[in-house]
């Protein structure tokens, strides 16, 4: 039998297109025999779905998950892509996006740490997508997950666009994380009705500390430009980027936004109140929202980084 190389594994993987692992798997059930592999490739189906990898997947669904943990919660959203919209109506991909987002309640956030998890029946995630891809016939991709775990306290969670009697997949998920002692209902309540907020409003960050130095940067010289120009002295013109940075984290940032239910009232008067309510203290420390295609791009695989994961290198 033929030694099962790192060369040769990737000479299978230029010939069929199909992952490295596979592409181990079929030369060691076939003793190193190359044609014989592409045919173990290609009865698998796995040699049909590579084909198929270079589609761009922009539809499909966000999908969560969320898990009491003592005193506090674990919530996880996933996206899982595929080509068409009718595909996210495919009962079998739907299962796959909760196992998915179910294994994510156990991974910090990271995609490829997600994607190498293994499911109840043994296969990691990568290896079940690639086999739905080979049987429904639609280039898939798992691209982004993200976890809150809150120790004491509440992870709120919201779906806009749930699909009809799948409450928990849809075009867009948010999570809320929530610390506080008081009564977990409220708490968890509250993060829904942020989340909710926060599919609606998309804000940039939690509060103005977070947000990005450079973006803050270039509103000022934009706001301070228009200003100028405007021929205001300046004194003036200093006041008037002074209260258009004040108007752009209100605009920007979670906590300083007008409440969607309730634009009387900021998120941050929202929290205040329902910590009050909840018996304690509250506080929201993150939060995450996919939307699905937001930003798809065509990805090309990583021959280099699948070799030496395989050689140790």
């Known amino acids: 039998m033929a030694e099962i190389t790192a060369a040769l594994v990737k000479a299978l993987r230029d010939k069929s297109g199909v992952g490295m692992m596979d592409c181990k798997k079929a030369l060691q059930e076939t003793h190193g025999d190359m044609e014989a592999a592409v045919d173990w490739l290609r009865a698998k189906g796995l040699a049909k779905a590579a084909k198929k990898a270079d589609r761009v997947a922009a539809e ?145 960050s939690l509060s103005v500390e977070d947000l990005d130095p450079v973006a803050v940067e270039r509103e000022k010289a934009i706001f301070t430009e228009q200003a100028i120009a405007s021929g205001k002295p300046p004194q003036v013109a200093e006041k008037m980027v002074e209260g258009r940075i004040r108007k752009f984290y209100e605009e920007a940032v979670l906590l300083k936004q007008a409440y969607v239910r309730n634009p009387d009232e900021t998120v941050e008067q929202l929290v205040a109140a329902s910590a009050k309510a909840s018996g304690g203290a509250a506080s929201l420390t993150g939060f995450a929202r996919l939307a699905l295609g937001e930003g798809v791009e065509k990805q090309t695989g990583d021959f280099a980084g699948e070799v030496a994961a395989l050689t140790g290198a």
Do not use: C, W
């Open 60 to 204: 499909g669904v966000v999908a969560l998950a969320t898990r009491q943990d003592g005193a506090g919660m674990t919530g996880a959203l996933i996206e899982l892509n595929a080509e068409t919209d009718f595909v996210a109506r495919n009962e079998g991909f739907q299962a796959m996006a909760r196992k998915i987002a179910t294994a994510a309640l156990d991974v910090e956030g990271d995609v490829e740490a997600l994607r190498a998890t293994k499911l109840d029946d043994g296969q990691s995630v990568a290896d079940a997508v690639t086999h739905l891809v080979a049987t429904i016939g639609e280039n898939m991709v798992l691209r982004r997950s993200a976890r809150f775990r809150v120790k004491v306290g509440a992870v709120g969670a919201y779906v806009h666009g749930a699909l009809a009697g799948a409450p928990d997949l849809g075009r867009i998920g948010v999570l809320v994380a929530v610390e506080g002692a008081g009564d977990q209902a409220t708490l968890k309540e509250l993060g829904r009705n942020v989340a909710l907020h926060v599919a609606a409003a998309s804000p940039l």
